[in-house]
């Protein structure tokens, strides 16, 4: 007769307070309103909103690391080129008929002398476009790294959803860190062998240097879905069109009220957007 130290123990799903279908149909919620307000203040009252709900939240990498900021402030960063650019494009070739600059070129520069414009609103509309873009990447982070993801899965069914298309999405999001740690380690072992340097370079060498990342990448996310693919067919997965849960989706009063507060701010910031 076998003999266990300790009994077998089922691992909770999740201690979080609120049920994942709540935060799915929240985020859903928030991410249309992204895309209906179009001016400045209202922008950047969802944005600000998104920063304080993740301050608040102390997100942590993982339960073996320190805790990072509240604010990606690394996201940010790699995305001041762009901010920068959406700026120049949308003032200078942006509507509008208040001009900051005009004309961009003095009348003695060569060609373009006397041309070019930057506009008022076209540069407060690159300011919502950054809110909006910003806004976008708090979003997602702030329900995957507080939900586990077969809470998620079990969300996405309980809206409708074929298990299968949950199964996938479920799985795109587990496989982003074991893709991160992968690379991770190739890097260095490419830093250990001395082959390839990824710090200080220019940007064509950095081209290079990444594409020798690139490769076995591939070749490790192709073994991994292999794996995966004869993993699930031992398991005969989805053989039954029903499935069953361990923990139901149960609605509780907090959920409610949390579902509720969403809609109220929902439809206020889309009031004052609007008047």
């Known amino acids: 007769m076998l003999r266990f130290k300790q009994p077998f123990q089922c691992e909770t799903i999740s201690n979080s307070k609120l049920n994942a279908l709540t935060k799915l149909l929240c985020v859903l919620l928030l991410t249309i309103l992204v895309f209906l307000i179009d001016k400045f203040a209202s922008a950047v009252c969802l944005l600000i909103f998104f920063l304080v709900i993740r301050f608040f939240l102390r997100l942590t990498a993982s ?36 001009y900051i600059v005009k004309p961009l070129f003095p009348s003695s520069f060569p060609l373009l002398g006397g041309t070019g414009s ?56 587990n496989l982003i860190p074991v893709f991160k740690e ?49 993993s699930m067919d031992s398991r005969a997965f989805c053989l039954y069109k029903t499935r069953t849960w361990i923990d139901k989706t149960e609605m509780k009063a907090r959920d409610f009220i949390c579902i509720s507060a969403c809609i109220v701010f929902f439809a206020g910031l889309l009031i004052t957007n609007y008047l």
């Open 182 to 230: 992968e690379a991770s380690r190739i890097i260095d072992a490419q830093k250990l062998r001395g082959s390839v340097s990824f710090e200080k370079r220019s940007f064509f060498s950095g081209i290079k240097a990444y594409t020798k990342l690139l490769l076995p990448l591939i070749l490790g996310a192709m073994r991994k879905a292999e794996s995966s693919s004869v």
């Open 63 to 98: 339960k073996k690391t320190e805790k990072r900021p509240a604010i990606s402030f690394h996201v940010i960063k790699n995305l001041t080129l762009l901010a920068v650019f959406i700026i120049l494009m949308q003032t200078i070739f942006g509507p509008g008929d208040t």
């Open 118 to 173: 930057l506009k008022w609103e076209g540069f407060i509309l690159s300011l919502v476009i950054l809110c909006r873009l910003f806004t976008l990447i708090l979003i997602l982070p702030l329900f995957t790294e507080t939900t586990p993801h077969n809470e998620i899965a079990a969300g996405l069914c309980t809206l409708g959803f074929n298990y299968k298309t949950a199964f996938i999405i479920t799985a795109a999001f």
